[in-house]
Every structure is written in C-alpha cells, then in structure tokens.
C-alpha cells in the first residue's frame, strides 16, 4: 500500500496545531499510511495527495494571510482545480473557498465554490451570535466523509455562514435559529463549517474518513 | 439545537493543577494534561485553565502544558490568567489555546478587546468578569484577582466589551465562589439578558441543581464548575443526564 502525504496548509490563522494533531491521531485509526506535513511550501503542497485548509479568523485577515504568502494560492488552485486532489477546508478555511466574504468589508475569496459568506442572522434575537458550542448537523446527502459517525453532535464557533449559489453544494445544515449549511462540497472538495480536530471522536473519525476517501 | 455547554475548569500553578482533583483511575492529580484527558473520555464540552500564578515569568511553563494539552484533548481550550497583551494572546493561540480569557487588562485597556477581536476574531477572545453585588441590582468589577474595586458596573461592562468585539463572557460571582451555594443567577440573567454574546456561569457551583437554574433562570449559555468535577462527587455524565432530563439540551 502506498504512503499518503496529507499537506495542513501553514498560514498563520488560528490553531492549525490542533488540526494537525487531529489528523495525525486519525491517521493512525485508519486504514491509510502516510505522513502529516504542516506546510506553506506551494511544491509541497501541489505534491502531497490530500491538503487540509484549517484556520480560525476573520474572513479578510485569513485571505490576506494566505494571498500573502508568495505562489500559495496558485498552488492550492492548482492542487485543487487541475490536480482535483481531495481538500477539506475546516471552518474559515471553509469560508475561503466561496467567491465573496463580507466580514470586515467584501473581500474576494479562493471562488472553489460559488457563494458567499455572509453574517448569521439568526431570527430569535435571543440566540446568542457568535454561535459557539455543540450542535447537530442534518444530512442533506449521503457523502462518503460522514460515513459511520457515531454522534451528529460538533464544535461550531463563528459569526458568519457560507451561503452558497448552487444549493447541491450543501452536505449537511444545521439549525440555529434559520439553517445554514454547515457543511458543502462538490467532487474533490469538502469544507466544514465545524471543527471535526475539536469534535472529539466524532471528529477524529470525520477525518479518518476523510484520509480513506477517494472521490 | 446547539446544546448548553458543561466545562471544566483547573486552576494551574507552576505547571501544576491546584485544588484538589480526586479521580479514581487518575495517576498524577496534579497534571493538568493527565486531567484534561481524563475530561475529554468524559465528555466535557470544553476546558478552562487558568492561571493563577499568571506572570511573565512563570508563562513557559503554562506555555508547555497549553501545548501538551492541545496536543491531547480534541475539545476546545480556554486559557486565562495574566493575560495584558496583543502579543500574550498570540503566543497563548500559538501554544494551542482555541481561547483566551482576559480580565484585568480588558478593565484596565478596554480597546485591547477591539484590537484582540480584530486581529483575532471575536470567537476567541473571552472578557472574564468578577463581580461583586455591591447594592441592589448593582454588581460592580473586580479585579487583579478580587482584590482591586473598580467602581465599574458589571453589566455595562458587559455590554461594552460586547460592542468592542468580545466572543463570549466568563462571569464570575465573586460573592457565591467557593461557597457551594450556587451561581449568582440574579447576575448572571442581568447580563446574559442585556448582551448578544454567550455568558458562562462561573462561581458557587455545590450540585447538579445549580447547574440547571444557572441555564433555566441566569440563561447562561454555558456552565462551569471546579471542585464538584474535579472530587468526583459529580461525574460529567451525570450532569448532563440530569440537565437533559431538566428539558436542558446537552450532548450525550
């Protein structure tokens, strides 16, 4: 069996510690061989089989910080668009794969898949935003990543959703006080508005399932 | 249906987790890595650490156990104590803490909140507030650990920090901690009422009941507690059976 090589993307956004942990803790529960490489480094990351986009931030930092970094965001687009290698972006890393982000102004973002993150609204003023904690998610298709979970229950924080154009890209949603997707994707990619690396067992088997998926 | 969140919390010194901790299969009581696993098999919904000793001096060392925690635990970690700085949240968020818990500074340099929040994000900036009821209905901040009065009303300050970007508030009755009487649930619902952002119930936790009024009548998003977990006398489970059964949504 070959040795997968799953790239965390390294961009300075929040706890990508965890995230690689996560994945390293999956790694060993799966079926797959290989090695987690936290990196920025755009040749590692076009040659690595899978890439993990983590983060934690506000929308235009995190774009800034990726753009920033020199020939990144040519290597993701290349990775992920010509290449098609499976990616799994992981809350604000799953808000810069949408077209537009509107916090702290509208900011382009990576235009993987087409949206925009927009602010959550819920319409019983008495929820609380950001939403923060433990809450279910609902299929909305079968999708190979969530295959076998155990519980429904994961770790949300954040203030903005992901809205996207084509409803189909929805996975799954998830009710707080209107539904939102929390979880889309189309053919090789996969973004969580939740955080599987801070989702206990539920999240760690979300990520071996990931590690074994080839779409 | 997000559910109300049951945390943990250990007072750490030196390294070292203070208080008591009585575990039946726990080796070492006083590790705080040792203990945060044994929270995550529970199934605690997040943890608290907080630094007591909190100085410059002695942060390597939360540094360490902050890294060897996140390293361990998949449940997201707040970490407090000591905390004045752009540049102390930044190596605390390095380390592996998913949050930081700020107290005297945001009363000392409010606009640290806004300029943590930006950079940041909102979602990991906690303003932790102790308060003390000093008349009716007027609870005022303390701070540098109680000892400091700032003349400054609890509630309007909760409320500031909230338009100043703040992701969440950790308050603590100064008058009910430590006395096993229950959370200050007229505090807490004057805040939890008059802010957008979750509220954390902390202080004077003794059973499983004070748990739910803290939910049921202060409307706290979350609940935290030290001693009753940390001896044993409750377990994790039991406590989010008993809130479940109270018609409070937990995860089970």
Redesign the interface.
């Known amino acids: 069996m070959k040795n997968i090589s799953i790239a965390v993307v390294d961009y300075d956004c929040?706890?990508i510690?965890?995230a690689t942990?996560?994945i390293e803790?999956a790694m060993i529960e799966s079926n797959e061989k290989g090695s987690v490489n936290l990196t920025k480094d755009p040749e590692e990351i076009i040659k690595s089989d899978k890439i993990v986009l983590p983060g934690?931030?506000?929308f235009e930092?995190c774009i800034k910080k990726l753009t920033g970094i020199d020939g990144l965001k040519e290597a993701l687009d290349e990775a992920v668009l010509v290449k098609a290698k499976p990616i799994l972006g992981i809350c604000i890393g799953l808000q810069l794969m949408a077209t537009s982000g509107f916090e702290g102004g509208k900011h382009s973002g990576l235009n993987w898949i087409e949206g925009d993150v927009i602010p959550l609204e819920p319409n019983d003023k008495k929820?609380?935003?950001?939403?923060?904690?433990?809450?279910?998610i609902d299929a909305k298709k079968n999708h190979p990543v969530f295959n076998d979970i155990k519980?429904s229950?994961y770790?949300?924080?954040?203030?903005y959703k992901f809205s996207p154009l084509d409803k189909e890209t929805i996975i799954s949603s998830t009710?707080?006080g209107e539904d939102f997707a929390s979880s889309l994707g189309k053919d090789n990619i996969l973004g969580t508005q939740f955080?599987p690396?801070?989702?206990?067992a539920a999240?760690?088997n979300l990520l071996k399932n990931f590690i074994e998926w080839s779409p | 249906m997000l559910k109300t969140r049951i945390i943990p919390c250990l007072d750490v010194k030196d390294g070292r987790v203070v208080k008591g901790i009585n575990f039946v299969d726990l080796i070492d009581a006083g590790d705080p890595i040792e203990v945060a696993k044994i929270y995550d098999r529970s199934g605690a919904d997040e943890l608290c650490f907080l630094d007591i000793t909190a100085s410059h001096e002695k942060r390597p060392i939360l540094l360490d156990v902050v890294r060897k925690t996140a390293e361990q635990c998949f449940m997201p970690l707040t970490v407090g104590g000591g905390v004045r700085s752009v540049s102390d949240i930044q190596v605390l968020l390095s380390s592996g803490a998913d949050k930081v818990s700020i107290n005297t500074a945001a009363v000392d340099d409010p606009n640290l909140i806004y300029e943590a929040s930006s950079i940041f994000g909102s979602q990991c900036i906690v303003v932790a507030i102790d308060a003390k009821l000093v008349s009716e209905n007027n609870w005022e901040i303390f701070t540098h650990g109680g000892r400091t009065s700032t003349g400054i009303n609890a509630v309007e300050f909760a409320k500031k920090v909230t338009s100043l970007g703040a992701g969440e508030i950790l308050l603590t009755s100064m008058d009910k901690d430590g006395t096993k009487s229950g959370y200050d649930n007229d505090l807490l619902k004057a805040v939890s009422e008059e802010v957008s952002i979750p509220v954390i119930a902390s202080g004077g936790v003794g059973k499983i009941e004070d748990l739910i009024d803290g939910v049921r009548i202060g409307g706290a998003s979350a609940v935290l507690a030290a001693s009753i977990f940390h001896f044993g006398e409750i377990s994790i489970q039991d406590t989010k059976v008993a809130m479940s059964k109270a018609g409070i949504s937990v995860r089970l």
Not at chain 1, 127 to 136: A, E, S
Not at chain 1, 197 to 200: D, H, I, P, R, V
């Open positions: 929040g706890n510690h965890s942990k996560a803790l934690v931030g506000a930092s929820l609380k935003v950001p939403h923060m904690g433990w809450n279910n519980s229950d770790y949300f924080v954040h203030s009710n707080y955080h690396e801070k989702s206990q999240g760690v």
